[in-house]
């Protein structure tokens, strides 16, 4: 029996480079196929592009019938479309990867071996990024050293993306039981389980664009990645706690000796040290309740996790 991949691919606003992803793209996954025996689809998660990101993909359809497009009714996001695509995809192995060629197809060969190795999970290593300046890779470093040590059994990979690959179990098992309102899929992909390996690239810079990951929106993804995976964050009342207790206690301590010998401290610059430092650190574990609070409140509600507008493939359009 012939065996399917799925790549899977997040669209949004990418009009600029959207042809010349998928003129490169496709001629590996052919030669790929024909080399592996494996066939392919190719699925095209539109997430409510405002550009002419649509109108492409509904051209690349209507002459490829390895083509499938997932059109949003709006914007829900990176992680949503990704999502979708696992969905919507019938591989034994699915590739999820953005269409800006920074995650490079040349990758995809690779890949199929590690599937037909037995491997369930396979995550790709950056080693490089063309684009990266100081900070963020400052900050890339920082933040997996950070959940590594906030979560416990679940361990990231250092410069781990969001280019991935799963076999069909595993898909089957995130559509089914991993259907939280706020993710982090990476995470997840980790955290099933089962066999698992590592493949390295390069991340080249984008062919046309910019990033749709501002600062504030990997400061968002960062929270919802430790408020996933970690409940330390909620136990800091009960370390600051401890910690302010003691810091009384050494203070009242420092005051009683230098009152003895006469040389009293100022109190109001203690008092104000130590209420400043208290006051921070009692709004910080007061921002992850917050945060916390808003994961429950968007799992209550139980609303889908996105709304498809239509399937568009070469037999035409499908309104959902």
Known sequence: MTKKLSVVVSVYNE????????????????????RTGWDYELIFVNDGSRDGSLDLLKEFASQDEKVAVVNFAANRGHEAAMIAGIDY??????????ADLQHPPESIPAIIEKFDEGYDVVSMIRTARADAGIFKRITSVAFYKVMNALSGKTKFENNSSDFFAISRRV?????????????????????????????????SARVAGESNYNLRALVKLSLNAICNFSDVPLKMGIYAGVFSLLLAFILI??????????????????????LCFMFGVLFIILGFISEYLAIIFAEVKNRPIY?????ITKDGEELK
């Open 15 to 34: 009009e600029l480079g959207l042809r010349q992803f998928y003129e490169h793209t496709t001629p590996i996954l052919k030669e790929t196929s024909q």
């Open 307 to 311: 709304i498809v507008d239509s399937i």
């Open 253 to 274: 301590i420092y005051s009683i000796v230098q009152y003895f010998l006469g040389t009293a401290p100022n109190g109001y610059s203690t008092l104000i040290v130590v």
């Open 171 to 203: 898909a089957l098992i995130l559509k089914r039981d991993y259907r939280e309102r706020v993710r982090f899929l990476r995470g997840y992909v980790q955290n099933v389980g089962f066999k698992k390996t590592t493949l390295e690239f390069e991340a």
């Open 89 to 98: 995809s019938t591989g034994d192995g699915v590739v999820c990867m953005d």
